[in-house]
Each structure stands twice: as C-alpha cells, then as structure tokens.
C-alpha cells in the first residue's frame, strides 16, 4: 500500500434492507411486490416506507431509509481522476454495521434503479464480480463494526471527520494541515470520513475515533459536495492533473 494513499469513508450510510421489525406492514409489502421481490431483499427507502418507518417507531430513523445519498456520493467519488488512477480506497459502512468495500476501476450505475438493483444483489451475495468473475468489484462483511473497519481494514494513519461540527477550514486548508502531498512522512496515509445520512450528526461511537474533525463550509454540505471539495484537494497536492 503507497504510503501517499487517500481513502474516503461513507459513514453511518442509510443503506440497508429494511429491518425485521416493519417487513409486515402494507407499504413495505407492497412495494417488495411491486419489485417481485420479498420483503427481507429490498432496500429500505423512505421514499415508500415512511408510514412503516413512523408507525412501528424505528430507531435512529432520521438516519435511515436515504440509500440515494450513498449512490450520489459514490458518483461523485468513483469519477474523480483519484479513483480512476488508483489512488483512493472508497468503503461505506452502514447504519446497521455492514461494510462494503469498493473495488477498483468499479464503475457505478448513474441510474438510481440500476444502482438499487445492485445493492440488492450485493445484499443477498455478498459479493459482486466482473463479467470474466477474476476480480471482485464489490464485497459486502456483516457484522463489521465502523472501529474494525478502521483499525483492520483501512489501517490509515489520520481518520478526518469532515462534519458541521467540526473546526472551521477550508478544503484546501484541511488537505494542507495534514500533509498529505509530504513524500518525507511516512504517516501521511489519510482517511477521510463523510456522513451517509440526511439527517443529524455523526454518532459519538463513530466520532471518538477521529483524529480531527473540519466543517469546510459555514453550512452544512451534502455529502457528494463534500466529497468532491476534498477530493479535488487532493489530487492537486498529488499532482494527479500535471
């Protein structure tokens, strides 16, 4: 792994199916019929289960049920000059402790049907393979809390919260301050983290693991600006467009 390495987090994603607890309600019946799917297989997605969601008083559920946030997200990531030449790590791990990890060179569906109907897939194979089936693009772990995926998985050197509530900066500061383009550091691999979620903030499970945490912005952002902001950063200290 290069040293100069950037990974990028999706956090706390609203992507998952929809929980044991609403699958008998009429809505979420319906719709799982209406994709000639069951009920256990489809994304929850408030979209069409928010009289589920609200009626059975689902935990957390101003975070969840937004799956469209983690597909604008992973648009934005997996086009940038970063990912394509190989030098970004995306992973998302989700409000339910699953994490996904991203493949490289994979290339995302634009439309969001097409997009739900690979998670899907992914949900029920766990993971997702090329055409010629050598190389996997996608691979989903249960039960994989976001500290694992930190210390086991991506291993970076700095995880940077990027969140509201963080130290006022710009994206150009934040890429600075942490030396990322410092060829002389061998601590420079940096994981950025952003929110999958519409609504809130980070957990404290999840944001006590942050070495520093930057609010880029005097608003809060959504996360694909988020993500592109950074990211553009980034590759200028790499020199990706020279």
Known sequence: MSRNQ???IIAEAALEVVPKEIRRHPSVKNHALRLGKKANEILLDRSFHHTAMVYN?????WKRGRP???HFALIEALSTPLYIRGMLEVY????DDKAILIGEKLRIPKSYFRFEGLMMKLYKDKTIRNNEGNKT??????NTTFEYLIK???KPDKLIGLTSLGVQSTAEEVILKNNINNKNNNNNHCAFVVGGF???????YTSKLFY???SIEQFPLESHIVIARILYECEKVLSVHS
């Open 137 to 142: 693009l996608l691979e989903l772990h249960d």
């Open 57 to 61: 008083k689902l935990k957390l559920a």
């Open 92 to 95: 998302i791990h989700t409000i």
């Open 6 to 8: 950037v990974s990028l």
């Open 212 to 214: 520093c945490s930057y």
């Open 152 to 154: 086991n998985i991506v």
């Open 68 to 70: 469209d946030i983690t």
């Open 198 to 204: 519409a609504k809130g903030h980070f957990s404290e």
